[in-house]
């Protein structure tokens, strides 16, 4: 099988999966195939995109793959296993008695956070798979995907690998009383899935498993920033990438980042970026 969708990655699979459906928006595409048994399947995936892909059922007795890179992984391959491959890397893929569902989301290069040069693969990532997971279980469901729903989630998967490499992480680095690492990634993980609605000091401590003064000291001495204003950095960041990337107006891009209305937004993109939102659009 040789597929190309808009210029974003080859597969050269054989033999070819029984089924396989994608859905694309601007800011990413989700696939899922599925496949009956074989008993060898071969082929590689050249990429312009980032992938990231789960194994949803059945599996293969081995999985074999080599990245252009020299990265290797032999193994078995079952139910959530996730496997990440950077954009411009190629992998060559061996299966042996091979039957199961799949998912992947490409992300394009960009979006305001530098994702991982290097490949991985895991046999448990609760995040990812859970993720790839409800794509999944939304696509069967409805036959497409919310856009929105699409580029939140996307946004809180891109902030998610990056502080899993540790590529790019928060300013300041963790003294004595700080969080641990674990603890930044599942609070920032936590405030990326839930940018469009209000996200309360009472959850974020939770998320931690801290109290909430202890949480606030500690999160402003890992990050150099009080947690009202990472989540409003945050927020600026996908209004922006709203104003860019779309025609929406400025109180819709208010509320579909979280903000209580117009003039909230407007005061918090001024602080931050110097400039009002419409001065931003007419910039550029």
């Given at each position: 099988m040789l597929l190309k969708t808009r210029d974003e990655h080859?597969?050269?699979?054989?033999?070819?999966?029984d089924q396989r459906r994608r859905f694309t928006w601007q800011g990413g595409a989700f696939e899922i195939g599925r496949r009956g048994h074989a008993d060898c399947v071969e082929g590689d995936i050249s990429s312009d995109v980032h992938l990231v892909m789960a194994t949803l059922k059945g599996g293969a007795q081995l999985h074999e793959y080599v990245t252009d890179e020299g990265f290797r992984f032999s193994g078995s391959d079952r139910p959530g296993y996730v496997s990440y491959l950077?954009?411009?890397?190629a992998r060559k893929l061996r299966l042996k008695n091979v039957c199961w569902e799949w998912a992947a989301i490409a992300l394009p290069?960009?979006?305001?956070?530098?994702?991982?040069?290097?490949?991985f693969t895991t046999s448990r990532d609760d995040f990812l798979f859970g993720m790839l997971s409800q794509f999944q279980a939304l696509y069967d469901n409805d036959s497409?995907?919310?856009?929105?729903?699409?580029?939140?989630?996307?946004?809180?998967?891109?902030?998610y690998l990056v502080h899993r490499s540790g590529v790019a992480g928060l300013t300041a680095p963790r003294g004595k009383g700080g969080l641990t690492p674990r603890q930044v990634r599942d609070v920032t993980a936590y405030i990326a899935c839930r940018l469009t609605g209000h996200i309360r000091i009472t959850e974020l401590a939770a998320t931690a498993g801290l109290s909430e003064g202890y949480f606030h000291r500690a999160?402003?001495?890992?990050?150099?920033?009080?947690?009202?204003?990472?989540?409003?950095?945050?927020?600026?960041?996908?209004?922006?990438?709203?104003?860019?990337?779309?025609?929406?107006?400025?109180?819709?891009?208010?509320?579909?980042?979280?903000?209580?209305?117009?003039?909230?937004?407007?005061?918090?993109?001024?602080?931050?970026?110097?400039?009002?939102?419409?001065?931003?659009?007419?910039?550029?």
């Open positions: 080859i597969w050269r699979v054989r033999p070819e999966a950077p954009a411009n890397c290069v960009g979006g305001g956070l530098r994702l991982s040069e290097k490949p497409a995907l919310d856009v929105t729903y699409c580029d939140t989630m996307t946004l809180a998967l891109r902030t999160f402003r001495q890992t990050t150099g920033q009080s947690p009202l204003e990472y989540v409003n950095r945050k927020r600026v960041e996908k209004a922006v990438a709203l104003l860019t990337q779309t025609d929406k107006t400025v109180i819709d891009i208010a509320l579909d980042t979280g903000f209580a209305g117009p003039s909230h937004f407007a005061r918090t993109f001024r602080s931050i970026m110097g400039v009002a939102p419409q001065q931003y659009r007419r910039s550029l």
